[in-house]
């Protein structure tokens, strides 16, 4: 895992600084609280893979202009603001390692500025002068807020389907990847079939991304996630990973889950025993072979490009989204 991250970064390393100066200079001529607050998420530690993806799907396809860098804030402003909204709205204390922002300033500062990152990513997708690309993003918000009320009116509840599962990740997650790597090849001109294949790429990518990360919920500590293991299930999200061990579990097990489920005060041991009956149950196994699947298709949708040193990095990102640790 160590090797694979290394690699992708050797090969990336020059587009990441040109991604975080633009996310800097993007934000410079705006009034010191929204720097500040917009700041605090923005640079706490954020991988940049969603502007990434969008910068090399470009290159992929043959872009050689001096944009891509200052197009692809697009991508993690949008994912801000919506972290912004999202730990408000359930109630989170801690994010990439720090303290949420709206407890560091307070709900209405939080909200604004992630109403103003949403307002900036769209402005900054009109400076491409391409109608598709403000449809790309326009798409992208309605879906990521049609997911967060979805989330929201199904929390706690234990009969959660996988399919309303699915989409619910697709609306947050897979729809910002597969935003930005549609975006790179819109803005590289490419022919509809490239633009879909990487459309493909970034919807199979953006899934298996949201499907590891539920997994690091029941496996990964504060050091490693950036917040508390056991978060989400504190806060009512039913994942795939207790979804499926739901659906499977005998009688006794199912009801010593659902009572951990519907008690947000569990402690370590209980929450260690239903860690242990999602794996007797085969809710972790699942996971990881869904995730896996995704990935195996995100893959075969590079296909057309043939070999290249981008494709082979692209291919990269995607088998580390299995592997990653946070």
């Known amino acids: 895992m160590t090797d694979l991250k290394q690699k992708i970064l050797a090969a990336v390393g020059d587009d990441l600084k040109a991604i975080e100066q633009a996310l800097a200079e993007n934000l410079n001529p705006y009034f010191d609280l929204v720097s500040q607050v917009a700041g605090h998420i923005l640079f706490a530690g954020g991988k940049r893979l969603r502007p990434l993806l969008m910068v090399l799907c470009a290159r992929l396809c043959g872009y050689s202009g001096n944009h891509t860098a200052r197009f692809s804030t697009i991508f993690e402003y949008l994912h801000a603001a919506t972290l912004l909204h999202d730990d408000l709205i359930d109630g989170a204390d801690m994010r990439r390692g720090r303290q949420v922002a709206n407890q560091v300033w307070d709900n209405p500062t939080a909200v604004l500025t992630g109403d103003f990152l949403l307002a900036r990513g769209l402005a900054i997708a009109a400076d491409t002068g391409l109608c598709e690309v403000i449809r790309t993003i326009a798409r992208i918000t309605e879906n990521m807020s049609q997911g967060e009320i979805r989330q929201l009116e199904k929390k706690g509840d234990i009969t959660l389907s996988e399919d309303d599962y699915l989409e619910v990740i697709r609306c947050k997650t897979a729809v910002l990847f597969e935003g930005a790597c549609r975006t790179g090849a819109l803005v590289a001109d490419a022919d509809a079939a490239r633009v879909q294949a990487l459309t493909d ?98 893959k075969t949708a590079l296909q057309p490009f043939g070999d290249s040193p981008m494709r082979e990095v692209l291919t990269d990102i995607a088998d580390y989204a299995l592997v990653r640790k946070g």
């Not at 989400?232 to 207790?242: A, H, Y």
Request: charged share 20%; with cysteine; hydrophobic share 45%.
């Open 201 to 298: 790429y970034g919807y199979h990518l953006g899934l298996a991304f949201q499907m590891a990360d539920d997994l690091l919920d029941y496996t990964q500590d504060l050091s490693s996630l950036g917040k508390h293991a056991g978060a989400d299930l504190r806060e009512g999200k039913l994942t795939l990973p207790l979804i499926h061990a739901l659906s499977r579990a005998p009688r006794t097990d199912r009801q010593c889950m659902v009572a951990i489920l519907e008690n947000p005060n569990f402690s370590g041991a209980e929450f260690a025993a239903l860690v242990e009956m999602l794996k007797v149950h085969g809710g972790i196994a699942y996971t990881e072979a869904q995730a896996s699947a995704h990935i195996q298709k995100a």
